[in-house]
Nanobody, 120 residues
Framework: QVQLQESGPGLVKPSQTLSLNCVVS??????????WTWIRQPPGKGLEWMGA???????YYNTSLNSRAFISRDTSKDQFSLQLSSVTPEDTAVYYC????????????WGQGTTVTVSS
């Protein structure tokens, strides 16, 4: 069973770039049809899908992020990462990575979440 673990800085200053990493265990990020997703939840708000990278390296992004997000992967380590540039306090949230084994099936696994605060 796939398990996910996020890691991140905790605190980022406005205008900087936020970098988060998700380590995958119990499976390979190149396993066919899997997609690997970043989701966040700001305080008092709902979940927001940020973007995903599929098993073959194709990426998808939420257009509301105005091209600030970039998702990459390291297949040798079964890890994938999120970079979010030009952060503001509105990017303060709990950030989750999640895995889906096939399109349209929902998420099979979630990380525990990592809190990121954007503040000077």
């Amino acid at each position: 069973q796939v398990q996910l673990q996020e890691s991140g800085p905790g605190l980022v200053k406005p205008s900087q770039t936020l970098s988060l990493n998700c380590v995958v265990s119990g499976g390979s990020i190149t396993t066919s049809y899997y997609s690997w997703t970043w989701i966040r939840q700001p305080p008092g708000k709902g979940l927001e899908w940020m973007g995903a990278i599929t098993f073959d390296g194709t990426t998808y992004y939420n257009t509301s992020l105005n091209s600030r997000a970039f998702i990459s992967r390291d297949t040798s380590k079964d890890q994938f990462s999120l970079q979010l540039s030009s952060v503001t306090p509105e990017d303060t949230a709990v950030y989750y990575c999640a895995a889906a084994s096939a399109p349209g099936t929902g998420f099979d696994a979630w990380g525990q979440g990592t809190t990121v605060t954007v503040s000077s």
